[in-house]
């Protein structure tokens, strides 16, 4: 019998049709848990860097975690891997709802698919019966249209649905991958989606998920629902409301948005906006935003309330989540939350990253306003601002005129683009548009979170560390107080001693050694949820949360019979952590890559960011390249990797290294 | 007649304040589950979120009795300007649906409760207050002594005669 996993995995041929239930090694649990972990082994095994996104070899995984199916709160992401068209690198967005724990009593742990199919299809997962279908008639429908037309059409309301719309049909790179209320959104999963011509994957499963010591694990997660109703009870004093609590931000529940709409760039992340918040906005984004919402929901298992029924006005139904409620409205400087009910829901049919995509518009409209595209690249598009957007997110989706160009990113658009365009993408991280974020001071830490991660996205990389000094001592003693999710005591220190201004202040504290310390258990703890495929809100997304490097070692051993402790956890995820960046330092990842914005931050100190820099690297095993060393794979029981990394010759001196890499291009 | 007090277990159900996440549907299965806790699989559960969420609809509903047939008809009721099936709002494990029956068997399942426990788990599980146990008593009607229903049935066979009323009770059992 297997444990927390249910041994199993589709292996499906899109070329053919061929269908296999594959067995799994037992073992691979052991090295590398599940969810994410299993899935970069799986890339590295059978993905070669030469692969690029839309040959047919480029996989594309759905995965379960090992927590999915089983009765911890919040075990509800679905994480989708495949080598990203729009920077190469192996990308996983992950989405929530109920995917996954569906998958997992259809008895798989991960959908693995390859090679394109001849005509548009989607897949059928019922138990042990699994068929490809005809979609030739839904090519073109919207995602949340096409779930609901394939629940009806096979009769089974239970099904869960994952669905691309126009935007992943069409190869768009910021295209997403929907499911109910959830969405995998980044790097341009629809895409690929697309791009194999498979339009959904239904599934509906009646079997059981096993757990090796039920009992135990039901008393540690007693544990666990005392803290969420502790935490739901007590906010964390002298945050901003969106930090105060647990689970995914609460976009939908909250209506203050004084924080997002000040300290966020609007427009093509340009300009912060201080006293836009007045009385009148708050009245009339409140009332909008209770009128647009008929029920805050959850995901599968998760009492926390992160998303929302929306039904606005003439809008058809549709369900929304997250940060997309102010995207569009800050990108296109419209002072109305209508407007961003209204886009968003055209936006999830089309299916497309509301992070990404808003951006994307914007700054067409900034090199339409600079001259660089003209009248004839917006020959019919309307002149008021929400119109434009409408007008760009058709083009955007179905990749007509311009909108073939924007597709594919601001990053490539402006190299296409060319006139200039390339000052206009000014906000990408390795060719990924980021969170229009413009601010003061550089900060260690995050300047750390947004060079290094595989995510390059950095609200799914942050998390347990405040993200700003509390301004007085009495604060930060309050803070530390009750702060049982820290991996060492020294952490409280840090924050004791970190202060707004002075000596022990951004950029220079935390010193880089403190810094590399706090980022790497931030990773940490999201290669655990990953793994688990457990929400970031409720582990490693927030501020004190309920799953934490203490308590997860007793539920991993209590659900999967493996005697795991703290060290043993650590080694597992650092090895995941180090086969990704080995992975995608064969994509060519290497430090010249890695740098946030140059505008991220007002002011910007190199030599101490190169010192950053390097500490890191340091800390983490990594040369000066940001390379894993022979050593630091040794240890974590990758030698075929560093073996691998030998034969490519990235241990050889920096110039080899870079000659190495020109010819690989 | 004469009225007696009965103890009544109730889960109250304030659906309005429920978010749809299913979890006591894995609570339920798992604490049924042999050995207990040791397996999850929300289709043996004898809770079942019924849900249509574009519609706004999301619906607790325990296991009640079997049935062996479906209704005639199925009617359609619209409450707050939803439309529900008649079926949303029903406990019975029956031929049209496949909800409370064992995917392995189809035999039917029924809540009993969690007897022996303080509270039914998925009322203990559930975080947002949807669900909520009540015992309470209830006036109910005394049964009839038996020496009330030999006075009647005398009475029946004084009019209809013995013999008929042995067949009409004989043919009534067999129909179950």
Redesign the interface.
């Known amino acids: 019998m297997r444990y927390a996993e249910t041994g199993y995995n589709l292996e499906i041929d899109l070329a053919t049709g061929n269908i296999e239930r594959v067995e799994t090694d037992p073992g691979l649990m052991e090295l590398h848990l599940g969810g994410l972990g299993t899935s970069v082994k799986l890339f590295w095994d059978r993905v070669p860097p030469e692969t690029k996104p839309f040959d047919p070899e480029n996989l594309l995984v759905f995965s379960t975690g090992l927590f999915n199916g089983t009765p911890a709160f919040s075990a509800n992401r679905t994480i989708v891997n495949f080598v990203s068209p729009q920077n190469e690198m192996l990308a996983y967005p992950m989405m929530g709802g109920f995917f996954s724990a569906e998958m997992k009593y259809a008895g798989y742990d991960k959908v693995i698919f390859r090679n394109k199919s001849p005509e548009w299809v989607y897949l059928w997962i019922h138990n042990d019966k699994v068929e490809l279908r005809d979609a030739t008639h839904l090519k073109g429908k919207g995602a949340l249209e096409t779930q609901e037309f394939i629940k009806k059409e096979l009769r089974e309301p239970r099904a869960q649905v994952a669905a691309i719309g126009p935007a992943g049909e069409n190869r768009v790179f910021t295209a997403s991958i929907e499911q109910g209320r959830s969405s995998a959104s980044r790097l341009g999963g629809g895409a690929v989606m697309g791009d194999k011509r498979l339009k959904a994957i239904a599934v509906r499963g009646t079997k059981d998920v096993h757990l090796a010591r039920g009992a135990e694990f039901m008393e540690l997660l007693k544990e666990i629902r005392d803290y969420i109703n502790f935490r739901n009870e007590n906010p964390v004093a002298n945050v901003m409301t969106i930090l105060s609590g647990i689970g995914s931000p609460q976009e939908m529940k909250h209506t203050d948005e004084k924080w997002h709409s000040e300290n966020f760039a609007w427009g093509n992340a340009r300009k912060r906006r201080k006293g836009f918040w007045t009385k009148e906005i708050e009245e009339s984004w409140s009332t909008t935003q209770r009128e647009g919402i008929k029920r805050l929901i959850s995901c599968f298992n998760c009492p926390q309330q992160c998303g929302a029924l929306i039904s606005y006005k003439d809008t058809p139904p549709y369900m929304a989540k997250c940060f997309g409620k102010l995207t569009y409205s800050m990108a296109a400087y419209v002072d109305n939350l209508d407007f961003a009910w209204r886009i968003l829901y055209r936006a999830t049919e089309y299916g497309v990253d509301s992070f990404s995509t808003p951006q994307i518009l914007a700054f067409a409209v900034e090199l339409y306003e600079a001259g660089i595209l003209t009248d004839k690249d917006f020959e019919g598009c309307p002149s008021d601002k929400e119109g434009r957007f409408f007008w760009l997110l058709d083009r955007v989706a179905h990749r007509e005129g311009i909108g073939d160009v924007l597709a594919d990113g601001t990053y490539y658009a402006a190299q296409r683009i060319g006139n200039g365009a390339e000052a206009y993408a000014h906000n990408t991280i390795k060719k990924h548009e980021q969170l229009p974020l413009k601010l003061s001071m550089m900060d260690p830490i995050y300047y750390l979170m947004y060079s290094t991660n595989e995510k390059v996205s950095i609200t799914q990389i942050e998390g347990n560390f405040p993200q700003a000094a509390f301004p007085t001592r009495e604060m930060r003693e309050e803070f530390v107080r009750d702060w049982p999710q820290i991996p060492d005591e020294k952490f409280k220190q840090y924050v004791l001693d970190w202060e707004p201004r002075g000596d022990n202040a951004n950029p220079y504290y935390p010193t880089p050694d403190m810094a590399s310390e706090i980022v790497d258990w931030m990773e940490m703890l999201h290669n655990i949820d990953d793994a688990l495929c457990l929400c970031a809100g409720m582990g490693s997304f927030c501020l004190k949360p309920p799953y934490h490097i203490h308590n997860y070692p007793k539920l991993i051993s209590a659900a999967t019979g493996m005697d795991i402790d703290e060290a043993g956890l650590k080694k597992i995820v650092n090895r995941s952590r180090n086969l990704h960046r080995a992975y995608n330092n064969r994509k060519g990842i290497t430090r010249k890559d890695e740098k946030p914005p140059e505008d991220h931050w007002k002011f910007r100190f190199p030599d101490h960011e190169e010192e950053l820099l390097t500490t890191y690297y340091t800390f983490k095993g990594w040369n000066e390249n940001g390379v894993p060393t022979k050593e630091r794979l040794m240890e974590l029981d990758l030698g075929y990797v560093a073996e691998d990394l030998e034969k490519r010759g990235f241990y050889q001196n920096g110039q080899d290294q870079e000659e190495n890499q020109n010819d690989k291009d | 007649m004469a009225k007696i007090k009965k103890k009544i277990k109730t889960i109250k159900i304030d659906a309005d304040k429920c978010?749809?996440?299913?979890?006591c549907e894995?609570?339920c299965s798992?604490y049924h589950?042999t050995?207990?806790?040791?397996?999850?699989?929300?289709?043996?559960s004898r809770i079942q979120i019924i849900k249509?969420?574009?519609?706004?609809i999301?619906i607790p509903v325990f296991a009640g009795e079997y049935a062996p047939a479906e209704c005639m008809g199925r009617d359609k009721y619209i409450i707050d300007g939803k439309e529900y099936d008649e079926c949303a709002f029903c406990r019975a494990a029956c031929p049209s649906r496949d909800i409370f029956k064992e995917?392995d068997s189809g035999l039917p399942l029924k809540c009993d409760m969690c007897e022996g426990e303080d509270q039914p788990q998925c009322v203990e599980?559930c975080?947002?207050d949807v669900l909520v146990f009540e015992e309470r008593e209830e006036e109910v009607e005394e049964q009839p002594e038996e020496g009330a229903l030999e006075i009647g049935l005398e009475s029946l066979a004084d009019k209809y005669g013995m013999e008929k009323i042995m067949e009409t009770v004989a043919r009534m059992s067999m129909k179950g």
């Open positions: 978010n749809g996440c299913r979890l894995v609570v798992a589950a050995p207990r806790w040791d397996s999850n699989n929300p289709a043996r249509d969420p574009l519609k706004d999301w995917p599980w975080l947002n």
